[in-house]
């Protein structure tokens, strides 16, 4: 062992002549600790909601979208969706028809998103219809049979918990494209039976959406043979801009594309702030426990000013005297930093096996707190705490390195 990391040591388990000396190193250590655990849990819950947000999203959406620019949709879509389903990275295309509609089951009633789909395709391209937890998706398939006098339908959960609404019943479905008669316009109406009601877990899509037959959703706009949307599934979803204009290019004028990275620019740029935020304010704890540090090391060298004149001499060179100090430090925020990073990645390992915080879907998209532990937060946090705590053992190790040992010793 190196002879200052050896006095080191002896120092921070000697008995102290000032039991406040003591007291301070052990609130250094307590203060890293603290900060270092807060760290790597707050980055922890930082990178699950990310993750699991891009999951859900990337999982209920398309990877991108066509459209017409005039927004009046497409007809004669299949040879279109059949041409561009040979695309280089397209690994699938799916149409679809987007409406509002108004949906009641007795005196309930709420607004929603239809999707009128082919579910064959629809499947290939999202995961929403693989979410269902009560009754099957099967219904929407043209050969499933039943359900031949009331349609089929496929809501979200928390759509049916408004609606009161079971696998079974019957709902309401209002079109505001309506109909012109002699006495004005009256929207269209059509009642549906609810096949299957899916839980994603992501509130936005539970809430409001819900899924038809394709030629169901036609019939209920007044739309024969018109979709407002092909949908597709790439095989590099960060690449989803390049192969988007390469989409746009292969349809011709008169298109679009939305990828789920426009869509979706906002949350992850909020997302990415809120974590450079949570890192600099939970840095200020291992700053402040850095100059706890600072102090514990002054104390510690007024308390051995007479050992070091000693040390001094019988030989002991400055650097040595200041690499005992700066050892000391560094020992310090390395129990500190060793403690608070098992503390953390513990606590962050409960809560991504347990989900046992619940968070309001309706307000955080999700019903559990995440958590997303990562090495390289680790490696980060560490740095940080370990190079915070040396900065602040600069001043007492210098001070200590500049004692002159007459002077020291003179009334000894």
């Known amino acids: 062992m190196r002879f200052e990391l050896f006095i080191a040591r002896r120092y921070l388990r000697a008995r102290r002549r000032q039991a406040v000396v003591g007291f301070v ?28 947000i891009q999951e859900r999203l990337v999982g ?6 066509l459209l017409r620019v005039a927004g009046d949709g497409m007809r004669d879509w299949q040879p279109l969706m059949e041409r561009l389903s040979h695309l280089k990275n397209v690994q699938a295309v799916a149409p679809g028809l987007y409406g509002q509609v108004l949906i009641s089951r007795n005196a309930k009633s709420g607004g929603a998103l239809i999707k009128g789909i082919i579910p064959a395709d629809e499947v290939k391209v999202g995961d929403l219809l693989q979410t269902v937890k009560e009754g099957s998706a099967q219904a929407l398939n043209p050969s499933s049979g039943g359900y031949i006098s009331t349609p ?7 759509l049916a918990k408004s609606l009161g609404a079971e696998v079974g019943d019957t709902l ?40 038809m037959r394709l030629a169901d959703a036609q019939r209920l706009f007044s739309e024969p043979d018109l979709v407002s949307v092909l949908s597709f599934r790439i095989r590099d979803l960060y690449q989803a801009a390049d192969i988007g204009r390469s989409i746009e290019q292969t349809a011709g004028p008169g298109f679009q594309t939305t990828n789920w990275m426009e869509q979706n620019r906002e949350l992850f740029r909020a997302l990415k702030l809120e974590q450079v935020v949570t890192f600099i304010v939970l840095a200020l704890i ?16 007024m308390e051995k000013t007479r050992d070091i004149a000693v040390m001094m001499s019988f030989g002991v060179r400055a650097d040595q005297i200041r690499g005992i100090f700066l050892w000391q430090g560094l020992l310090i925020s390395s129990i500190g930093t060793g403690i608070g990073l098992v503390l953390g990645y513990a606590i962050s390992f409960a809560g991504s096996q347990y989900r046992f915080i619940r968070l309001d879907a309706s307000v955080y998209s999700l019903d559990y707190l995440p958590f997303a532990p990562k090495i390289a937060d680790a490696l980060i946090v560490a740095a940080v705490s370990l190079g915070v705590a040396l900065l602040a053992t600069l001043y007492p190790s210098r001070s200590a390195a500049r004692i002159l040992p007459a002077e020291a010793l003179r009334y000894e």
């Open 172 to 211: 309401l479905v209002t079109s505001p494209q309506g109909e012109l008669t002699p006495v004005g316009l009256v929207p269209r109406y059509q009642r549906f039976q609810v096949a299957g009601i899916f839980a994603s877990g992501f509130y936005q899509y539970d809430s409001a959406y819900a899924f």
């Open 60 to 65: 209920a959406t398309a990877h991108v979208e």
């Open 25 to 52: 190193t052990g609130i250094s250590v307590i203060g890293v600790t603290a900060g270092v655990a807060a760290l790597i849990i707050a980055l922890a819950i930082t990178n699950g909601m990310r993750r699991d």
């Open 286 to 301: 291992i700053i402040v426990a850095a100059l706890n540090i600072l102090i514990a090391l002054t104390m510690m060298v």
């Open 152 to 158: 089929p339908l496929v809501i979200g959960d928390e």
